[in-house]
Every structure is written in structure tokens, then in C-alpha cells.
């Protein structure tokens, strides 16, 4: 009757009979407060009991009028089989700081309680050494679910299983902690409810296994922050221990959320996680690694992760061991997945981007790639990787970007090659710099975006109307810095850049190969070579290079013009045909430049081209030495800071035509003319001379070996055409 309760004390026995009922007459509604409360209630502080009903003819507890508190169980034998409990308000509640010496609940039923229908404040009741649970049906409840709160620290390994109860749903209001030693194991169908700021703990030692159709569903009241483990959110901590995930196709492991989101999977230092045909949505970052903890490994495949608000993998620094493979990254507002290491891309495969509104893969960290590592559809469909930090292709790195393939670099982020390394870009390529400042063109030591090629083999090779494009959307970027590697650049378009491609000083690169490409409006010089035997016949191989609306459309030479090899500058090279000598250019003992029809060789201003004694200079047909001398000529020769084309016992060849004459000219203010010193032969044939000072002049004290000139034109001179002050 009205607040009569049902106890049993330690060392009691209590056994109830198939068919027995046993009815409480409570007047006032249950209040759940248990053995305090003025309610009716069978409060089991110790001892034995057992209801042991049959198939068809259970053991019933129920009520009448207003329904009653329940079944409170303290440290006690509990048997509960073919039994139905009605109208309780916890029907079964397992009390605080105590926990059950067995627990056997069996083919029973639980119906219209107006609380959890069980409630467990020791997850250890759970435990494998202490409970049998199976079999039984919850219906009617409110809300239709068993909960777990109070302690959450696994001391026993604890299995839960969907044929424990049905529905297969529990809810925790407490955060499961798996220590050492512990297997927290979810079996198939079993759904797993959180509350707002609770999370699945998985400590050092501890191991969690979902099997497939398991979920947990996060139903957390606020945003979610993605500030990892110090945010209160919900969120699965990995925190040193062992996470395994293993679903089906039809049957995947869910982690979900159905109200503002979570926070993800949080993988620390020493953790493994396990993930095969799971589903990760709504979380702030599906899997994240914070940038100090290094991971024992992560391993994802044939996986979905969707519908978050930051990424659906961030890996901040990298495993010891990572694969994800065949997974689909979908429904993000900004890129999908975040690293931290180029060498974490060896182990991406199968990667799907969908529905992304940037459908890349994110780069935050500095690093240097050591192994080999295609960037291609293979790998992610997205085809596409944005660098936040300056990425290194070191020695044994091999970086390969595939055909159509995206890369695109932020503010002062540069990619660089050293020595010892491979990069090649495929056709359809596109390098995209996204620099916020305007270039200053100061190399490597500027703020700026830029390619710096230090070392290695660096190789794009597109192809007619697929090239590969170095290219900016903001101010430009400083362009391709060049020290001592193998480049080769074929069907390659490079614009925005203040110097496209800058040679350093100091450095001379191994091999140069530029075929059938373009540079267009750069800033500045858009090839600029400060060594000249970067063009040497042994090294370089010049052709079909197309200069289009940069500032100048001409190809500098500075720093060192001496020959070391022989160069020769052919027809196809460069268009416009230009080679402005910034440096003088001396043609070393030994050595021979060539230069073909259409060729045309500026020299500013006391830039002087010298060739000295064992040294030749062949001009072909159509070719031109221009000379920009901002200060008229002194005729003063060799000793004045004026421009002279020197034969200093050398030999230089003209091979004009009437029609297609080698020019020596200046379109400025004039220059000094030709000076032939002892030692020297010079043999003009089609040339025409203009704005000289004297055109043609061997100084005193200078016996050539010889000068001819045949069918020369010269004009337009300060003093004497030919001037021979020695015989």
C-alpha cells in the first residue's frame, strides 16, 4: 500500500515464483528519490533475490493508481528472468557509490516508466565478472532507454551488447573511461547516447572496440568549439590507448551527432585508431591530431566523414604509422583534410572529395618530404593542395604532381627543392601563388612567394594546350629562384611574376631545357641570368621561349659575362630575340660565341663585349649588338666608361648579307666603336656599323693579325669611319 516499500538485508534470501505478481497501491506519483523518498519501492540493500518467472507466465511488478519508485539494488546478488516490471519510475536503479555482486537480467520486460526504465550509477555493474544481461525489451518508457551516470572508470572490462536490451540504446551522463588493461567492447547494433560534454575517454593501455551497425550518437547543447580535449564538448579521447572501429558496407560504425555538433575523434601521443567502414558526421574535426602528440598510428578506410565545421581529418603532426585509404570527405565549408607533413601523403590512397566548397587538401606546417610521394586523382580526387607554411622537397624526396593537379601557395610561402631531390609537375598542372603583398623581386631572402629551386631536378613538361602554369590572383609573386640543379621546362606558361626565372648569383645550374613556353606580365625582367654560362652549349637548351607583355619583354645578363664554355644563342631561342648585358660580356681564352640570325645583344651603359686572345665571337646573319649607352662617346677607346665591342686578340666573324646585314648600332646616345688590339683578327663580312665614335679603330702601340672588311656599311659616326693607328 501507499509508501510501503519491499527490503532486503545482507545475508536475506528472496525468491519469487513463475506467475507470482506483485502489486504496489502507491496515491502519490513516484519522485525517484529512492530510499528517502515517501514512496513505495523494493529496496534490495543486500543479500539475495531472485524472480524467476517462465515463458508466458512471468513474475510481474506493477501498480494500480499513481505508479511507484521502483526496484533500488545496492550491493547484492540480483536474479531478474521472465519478469515484467510496469509504471515504475526507474523500474530498475543500481545506487550510488555501491555496486552489485552479480547480476543475471534475462528474457524480461520493462514498460511505461516515467524515467530511464534502468538506471546504472557504476558502470562496472556492467562488468563481465559480475553481469549477464540478454534478452530483454523496453516498452513505453520514457524516455525508452537504460542511462548510465556517477562513475564511468572501467576497473573491469564491460561488454555491450544489442542483445542485451531492445531498443539497443544506452545513454551515458557520465564519460566512459577506459583505463589499462580494459576492453570496453560495443557490440553490433548497440547505440551509444552522449550528453552534452560527455566523452569517451580511451587511456593509456585502455582498448575500445565497435563492431559493425554500433554507433555513438552525440546529442551536445552547444556549438562545438574544436579546442580538443580542453573544450567542454563531447568528443572520443584517444588518449594513449587502442580505438577500434570495424563496420561493413551495409553495416558501418556511426559517429554521429543529431543536435549542434561535437567536437570528433581526438587522437594523443602512443593512441591507436582503427577505422574500417565507419561514419564520422557533424563533428568540428572528424579525427584530429593535435601538433604535439605523435600518435602510434591511425589507420582509416572505406570510411565516410561528413558535415563538419572545421575539417574531417586533421593531422597536425604526424603518426608513426598512417594509411587512409578509399574515403570519402564530403559536405565541408572550407578543406576537407588538413597535414601537417608532405611525407603523410605517401600513405593517402583513394581519397574521395565531394561537395566541398574547397575541395583541397590544406598544408599548415612547414616540412620536408624524404620519401616519394604523386600528388594525383589516385590519391584524392580534389585533386588540389594549398600550402600554409613553405614546403621542402628534400634529398630522396621525390614530389610528382599529376596531370590537372592544383597547387596553390599563401602569403610568403615558398616551395623549395634541395639537392638530391625530384619534382616534376605533368601536364595541366597549375602552381597558383596567392601573395598578399606586391613582389619585390630581393629572391630569397624577400617576404614574398616564390619557387626556389636550390638543388635536384626540377621538371614540368606539359603539352600543346595543357601546359603547366606558374600563375598569381593576387600581386604577383617573385618567381622562380634557380641555383644548382637539372631544370627542364617544356609547354610550361609562367606569369605575374616579378622575375620569372631568376639564375642566382654564385650558383650556375647544372642543366637548363625550356622548350615551346611563355612568360607573360611579369613585373620585371622576366628571365634574369647572372651567370652567362648558364647558356653553355654543355648545360642549356634554349627554344621556342615566348616573352609576352612584361616589364621589359627581354632576357637580363648580369653579374658574371665571362665565357667558361662556349654559348650559342640560336634563332628559335627567345622571342623577342633579346639578351640585354647588364655585366660586360667577355668571351673567355678557349672559348666561342655563337650568335644566330635575328639575335639581337643589348649593351647598357659601359658594358663592354670583350673577346680575348684564343677566344671567338661569330655573328650570323640578321644579328644585332645594340648598345644603350646613356652618355655620348669619347672615342678615348678601352680606357673610357663607354661602350666598346674589344677584340682583345681574339677573333670575331661577322656573316652578313647585303640584305640581312650583322648590325653594331646604338639607339641612345652612341658608343665607342670596335677596337682591335695586338693579336687580333677580325673579319667583317656584311656588317654595318652606326653611332660610333670611330667604327673601326686598332689603337697605337696594337698590331692586329689581321682586319677585313668586306661590303661594310658605316654611318652616322662622330669622327672617322676606319681609323688604323698601327699598320
Not at 523500474?91 to 524480461?108: G, H, M, Q, R, Y
Request: hydrophobic share 40%; glycine share 10%; charged share 15%.
Amino acid at each position: 500500500n501507499n509508501d510501503a516499500d519491499i527490503i532486503t538485508l545482507a545475508g536475506s534470501t528472496t525468491r519469487i515464483r513463475p506467475g507470482a505478481t506483485i502489486s504496489i497501491q502507491e496515491a502519490e506519483a513516484p519522485a525517484g528519490n529512492g530510499v528517502n523518498a515517501v514512496r513505495a519501492e523494493i529496496h534490495l540493500q543486500g543479500g539475495t533475490f531472485e524472480a524467476k518467472g517462465a515463458a508466458g507466465n512471468p513474475v510481474i511488478f506493477t501498480s494500480t493508481t499513481n505508479g511507484w519508485n521502483g526496484i533500488e539494488v545496492e550491493t547484492m546478488t540480483l536474479h531478474l528472468d521472465n519478469v515484467r516490471i510496469e509504471r515504475a519510475y526507474h523500474a530498475i536503479e543500481f545506487k550510488p557509490s555501491t555496486l552489485v555482486d552479480s547480476l543475471i537480467l534475462s528474457n524480461s520486460r520493462i514498460e511505461s516508466s516515467s524515467n530511464y526504465p534502468i538506471r546504472v550509477t557504476n558502470i562496472n555493474t556492467l562488468g563481465e565478472s559480475r553481469s549477464d544481461v540478454f534478452n530483454n525489451t523496453l516498452v513505453a518508457n520514457s524516455p525508452n532507454r537504460p542511462e548510465i551516470e556517477g562513475n564511468g572508470t572501467l576497473a573491469e572490462s564491460v561488454t555491450l551488447s544489442e542483445s542485451s536490451i531492445a531498443p539497443p540504446t544506452i545513454e551515458f551522463f557520465v564519460s566512459p573511461t577506459v583505463g589499462s588493461g580494459r576492453l570496453l567492447l560495443v557490440e553490433t547494433g548497440m547505440r551509444c547516447l552522449f550528453t552534452t560534454d560527455i566523452d569517451l575517454v580511451v587511456n593509456t593501455g585502455g582498448h575500445v572496440i565497435m563492431r559493425a551497425g554500433s554507433a555513438i550518437e552525440v546529442t551536445e547543447a552547444e556549438a562545438p568549439t574544436g579546442d580538443g580535449i580542453n573544450a567542454s564538448r563531447c568528443e572520443v579521447h584517444v588518449n594513449g590507448g587502442r580505438l577500434e572501429a570495424f563496420g561493413s558496407p551495409s553495416q558501418p560504425v556511426e559517429f554521429t551527432s543529431t543536435q549542434y555538433g561535437w567536437n570528433g575523434i581526438e587522437v594523443e601521443t602512443g593512441s591507436i585508431l582503427l577505422l574500417d567502414y565507419a561514419r564520422i558526421d557533424s563533428a568540428y574535426n572528424g579525427i584530429e591530431v593535435a601538433a604535439t602528440d605523435v600518435p602510434e598510428s591511425i589507420v582509416v578506410t572505406n570510411s565516410l566523414i561528413e558535415s563538419g565545421a572545421n575539417r574531417g581529418l586533421a593531422l597536425r603532426e604526424e603518426p608513426r604509422f598512417t594509411q587512409i585509404q578509399n574515403t570519402t570527405f564530403r559536405k565541408y565549408a572550407s578543406q576537407p583534410i588538413e597535414i601537417a607533413d608532405l611525407d603523410v601523403l605517401a600513405f593517402f590512397s583513394g581519397l574521395l572529395g565531394e561537395t566541398n566548397s574547397i575541395n583541397r587538401i590544406l598544408l599548415t606546417a612547414a616540412s620536408t618530404l624524404s620519401t616519394a610521394v604523386t600528388l594525383s586523382p589516385t590519391l584524392f580526387s580534389g585533386h588540389g593542395y594549398e600550402f600554409d607554411q613553405t614546403q621542402t622537397i628534400g634529398s630522396g624526396g621525390v614530389l610528382t604532381i599529376d596531370t590537372g593537379g592544383y597547387i596553390g601557395l599563401g602569403n610568403d610561402v615558398d616551395l623549395v627543392t634541395q639537392p638530391g631531390s625530384i619534382t616534376r609537375a605533368r601536364p595541366g598542372v597549375t602552381i597558383m601563388i596567392q601573395e598578399a603583398e606586391a613582389p619585390t623581386g630581393a629572391g630569397t631572402n624577400a617576404s614574398r612567394a616564390e619557387v626556389q629551386i636550390l638543388g635536384g631536378t626540377f621538371e614540368a613538361k606539359g603539352s600543346p594546350g595543357n601546359s603547366v602554369v606558374l600563375t598569381s590572383t593576387v600581386n604577383g609573386w617573385n618567381g622562380v629562384e634557380i641555383e644548382t640543379a637539372s631544370i627542364y621546362l617544356d609547354n610550361v606558361r609562367i606569369e605575374r611574376a616579378w622575375h620569372a626565372l631568376e639564375f642566382a648569383p654564385g650558383r650556375l645550374a647544372d642543366s637548363l631545357t625550356i622548350l615551346n613556353s611563355r612568360i607573360d606580365s611579369g613585373g620585371n625582367y622576366p628571365v634574369v641570368i647572372n651567370n652567362i654560362n648558364v647558356l653553355g652549349d654543355t648545360r642549356a637548351n634554349v627554344s621556342g621561349l615566348l616573352l609576352n607583355a612584361n616589364n621589359p619583354d627581354r632576357i637580363a645578363i648580369q653579374t658574371i659575362g665571362t665565357l667558361a664554355e662556349n654559348i650559342e644563342i640560336p634563332s628559335n631561342a627567345v622571342s623577342p630575340p633579346i639578351l640585354e648585358m647588364i655585366s660586360p660580356l667577355t668571351v673567355g681564352s678557349g672559348h666561342i660565341l655563337t650568335v644566330d640570325t635575328g639575335i639581337r645583344i643589348w649593351l647598357d651603359g659601359d658594358a663592354d663585349l670583350t673577346i680575348n686572345a684564343g677566344a671567338q665571337a661569330f655573328f650570323h646573319a640578321g644579328s644585332v649588338v645594340d648598345i644603350r649607352e646613356a652618355e655620348a662617346p669619347t672615342g678615348a677607346g678601352t680606357n673610357a666608361s663607354r661602350v666598346d665591342v674589344i677584340v682583345a686578340g681574339g677573333k670575331l666573324t661577322t656573316i652578313g648579307t647585303l640584305d640581312s646585314p650583322v648590325i653594331f648600332t646604338s639607339t641612345i646616345s652612341g658608343w665607342n666603336g670596335i677596337e682591335v688590339e695586338s693579336g687580333s683578327q677580325v673579319l667583317l663580312f656584311g656588317a654595318r656599323i652606326d653611332s660610333a665614335a670611330l667604327a673601326v679603330e686598332v689603337p697605337a702601340g696594337h698590331i692586329p693579325d689581321s682586319v677585313q672588311l668586306f661590303q661594310p656599311k658605316i654611318s652616322g659616326c662622330y669622327g672617322a669611319g676606319i681609323h688604323f693607328k698601327e699598320t
